[in-house]
Protein backbone atom coordinates (compact mmCIF):
# COMPACT_ATOMS: atom_id res chain seq x y z
CA UNK A 1 0.00 0.00 0.00
CA UNK A 2 0.99 3.49 -0.29
CA UNK A 3 -0.05 7.16 0.75
CA UNK A 4 -0.81 10.56 -0.97
CA UNK A 5 -0.49 13.62 0.86
CA UNK A 6 -2.45 16.92 -1.00
CA UNK A 7 0.38 19.17 -1.98
CA UNK A 8 -2.64 22.35 -2.17
CA UNK A 9 -6.15 22.95 -1.97
CA UNK A 10 -8.47 24.31 -3.81
CA UNK A 11 -10.78 27.93 -3.20
CA UNK A 12 -13.40 28.88 -5.30
CA UNK A 13 -17.17 29.74 -5.09
CA UNK A 14 -18.53 26.37 -5.56
CA UNK A 15 -19.01 25.03 -2.11
CA UNK A 16 -20.33 21.95 -3.10
CA UNK A 17 -22.25 19.48 -5.82
CA UNK A 18 -25.75 20.26 -5.90
CA UNK A 19 -27.21 17.45 -8.05
CA UNK A 20 -25.47 15.27 -10.48
CA UNK A 21 -25.99 17.58 -13.59
CA UNK A 22 -23.88 20.20 -12.06
CA UNK A 23 -22.19 21.66 -14.71
CA UNK A 24 -21.21 25.46 -16.04
CA UNK A 25 -17.52 24.99 -14.64
CA UNK A 26 -15.83 27.25 -17.79
CA UNK A 27 -15.90 30.01 -16.21
CA UNK A 28 -14.95 28.95 -12.80
CA UNK A 29 -11.80 30.53 -11.38
CA UNK A 30 -10.09 28.75 -8.77
CA UNK A 31 -6.84 29.52 -6.69
CA UNK A 32 -4.80 26.78 -5.82
CA UNK A 33 -2.83 26.69 -2.74
CA UNK A 34 0.32 24.82 -1.88
CA UNK A 35 0.15 23.58 1.57
CA UNK A 36 3.26 24.35 4.07
CA UNK A 37 5.10 21.77 3.29
CA UNK A 38 5.87 23.50 -0.17
CA UNK A 39 7.75 26.29 -1.01
CA UNK A 40 6.38 28.70 -3.17
CA UNK A 41 9.60 27.79 -5.56
CA UNK A 42 7.97 24.21 -6.47
CA UNK A 43 5.40 26.47 -9.14
CA UNK A 44 8.20 28.81 -10.21
CA UNK A 45 7.17 28.69 -13.96
CA UNK A 46 4.29 27.44 -13.95
CA UNK A 47 3.25 30.74 -15.35
CA UNK A 48 4.63 30.13 -18.51
CA UNK A 49 2.68 27.49 -19.33
CA UNK A 50 -1.10 28.12 -20.37
CA UNK A 51 -2.37 25.25 -19.45
CA UNK A 52 -1.47 22.96 -16.47
CA UNK A 53 -2.93 19.42 -15.51
CA UNK A 54 -4.65 19.09 -11.94
CA UNK A 55 -5.04 15.38 -10.37
CA UNK A 56 -7.39 15.94 -7.29
CA UNK A 57 -9.05 13.99 -4.76
CA UNK A 58 -13.32 13.85 -4.82
CA UNK A 59 -13.22 14.40 -0.84
CA UNK A 60 -16.64 14.55 -0.69
CA UNK A 61 -17.33 11.20 -2.13
CA UNK A 62 -18.65 8.32 0.66
CA UNK A 63 -17.51 4.85 0.63
CA UNK A 64 -21.03 4.04 0.07
CA UNK A 65 -21.20 6.03 -2.92
CA UNK A 66 -18.21 4.29 -5.00
CA UNK A 67 -19.53 2.14 -7.98
CA UNK A 68 -17.90 -0.74 -8.68
CA UNK A 69 -19.42 -1.56 -12.12
CA UNK A 70 -21.19 -0.50 -15.42
CA UNK A 71 -23.87 2.79 -15.19
CA UNK A 72 -25.87 4.90 -17.25
CA UNK A 73 -24.07 7.73 -16.99
CA UNK A 74 -25.65 10.78 -14.65
CA UNK A 75 -27.76 8.11 -14.05
CA UNK A 76 -29.49 9.05 -17.46
CA UNK A 77 -31.46 6.19 -18.87
CA UNK A 78 -31.01 7.14 -22.69
CA UNK A 79 -27.26 7.11 -21.79
CA UNK A 80 -26.13 3.25 -22.49
CA UNK A 81 -24.88 1.04 -19.54
CA UNK A 82 -21.26 1.74 -19.22
CA UNK A 83 -18.38 0.89 -16.87
CA UNK A 84 -17.26 3.22 -14.19
CA UNK A 85 -13.59 3.50 -16.11
CA UNK A 86 -15.26 4.19 -19.22
CA UNK A 87 -16.81 7.69 -18.12
CA UNK A 88 -15.46 10.47 -16.13
CA UNK A 89 -17.95 10.51 -12.76
CA UNK A 90 -16.78 11.22 -9.49
CA UNK A 91 -17.88 8.45 -7.45
CA UNK A 92 -15.07 6.46 -8.96
CA UNK A 93 -13.40 3.58 -6.68
CA UNK A 94 -9.67 5.63 -5.92
CA UNK A 95 -11.84 9.03 -6.03
CA UNK A 96 -9.16 10.39 -8.26
CA UNK A 97 -9.65 12.98 -11.26
CA UNK A 98 -8.07 14.76 -13.66
CA UNK A 99 -8.86 18.05 -15.49
CA UNK A 100 -6.77 20.05 -17.98
CA UNK A 101 -7.45 23.98 -17.05
CA UNK A 102 -5.98 27.52 -18.23
CA UNK A 103 -3.55 29.03 -16.45
CA UNK A 104 -4.48 32.73 -15.50
CA UNK A 105 -1.58 33.69 -13.20
CA UNK A 106 0.87 32.45 -10.38
CA UNK A 107 0.77 34.95 -7.25
CA UNK A 108 3.30 33.67 -4.59
CA UNK A 109 2.52 29.92 -3.50
CA UNK A 110 -1.03 29.79 -5.46
CA UNK A 111 -1.91 29.49 -8.81
CA UNK A 112 -4.98 31.24 -10.56
CA UNK A 113 -6.69 28.83 -13.12
CA UNK A 114 -9.94 28.81 -14.88
CA UNK A 115 -11.97 25.67 -15.58
CA UNK A 116 -11.04 23.58 -12.49
CA UNK A 117 -14.51 21.23 -12.09
CA UNK A 118 -13.62 20.75 -8.05
CA UNK A 119 -14.76 22.74 -5.09
CA UNK A 120 -13.74 24.81 -2.19
CA UNK A 121 -11.65 22.63 -0.19
CA UNK A 122 -10.70 19.96 -2.99
CA UNK A 123 -7.39 18.81 -2.04
CA UNK A 124 -4.66 18.74 -5.10
CA UNK A 125 -2.79 15.53 -5.41
CA UNK A 126 -0.29 16.89 -8.10
CA UNK A 127 0.25 19.27 -10.71
CA UNK A 128 1.90 18.91 -13.91
CA UNK A 129 2.40 21.51 -16.78
CA UNK A 130 0.55 20.44 -19.95
CA UNK A 131 3.37 20.41 -23.23
CA UNK A 132 2.07 19.64 -26.80
CA UNK A 133 4.14 16.79 -26.96
CA UNK A 134 2.21 14.87 -24.28
CA UNK A 135 -1.44 15.65 -26.10
CA UNK A 136 -2.53 13.15 -29.02
CA UNK A 137 -1.53 13.28 -32.14
CA UNK A 138 -4.31 12.03 -34.00
CA UNK A 139 -7.86 12.65 -33.72
CA UNK A 140 -9.86 11.88 -30.49
CA UNK A 141 -13.04 9.52 -30.68
CA UNK A 142 -16.38 9.61 -28.08
CA UNK A 143 -19.48 8.14 -28.02
CA UNK A 144 -22.10 10.67 -28.72
CA UNK A 145 -23.67 10.12 -25.09
CA UNK A 146 -20.50 11.82 -24.23
CA UNK A 147 -20.62 14.74 -26.47
CA UNK A 148 -24.10 15.22 -25.27
CA UNK A 149 -23.15 14.85 -21.63
CA UNK A 150 -19.93 17.63 -21.70
CA UNK A 151 -22.19 20.24 -23.86
CA UNK A 152 -22.94 22.07 -20.87
CA UNK A 153 -20.20 21.14 -19.04
CA UNK A 154 -17.34 23.12 -19.89
CA UNK A 155 -20.60 26.02 -20.64
CA UNK A 156 -19.32 29.80 -19.93
CA UNK A 157 -15.73 29.43 -21.33
CA UNK A 158 -16.95 29.96 -25.30
CA UNK A 159 -18.66 27.02 -24.80
CA UNK A 160 -22.04 27.49 -26.49
Known amino acids: MFSVQPIAFVHNERKEIKEIKDDE ?7 ITLTEMYAEESIQGVEDFSHIEVV ?8 EQIQYFARHPRNNKDYPEVGIFAQRGKNRPNRI ?7 IKREGK ?11 GTPILDIKPIMKEFMPTEEIHQPKWATDIMRQYWKGNGVK
Open 56 to 63: FYFHKVTD
Open 110 to 120: SIIVEGLDAID
Open 25 to 31: WGEVRSR
Open 97 to 103: AVTIVKV
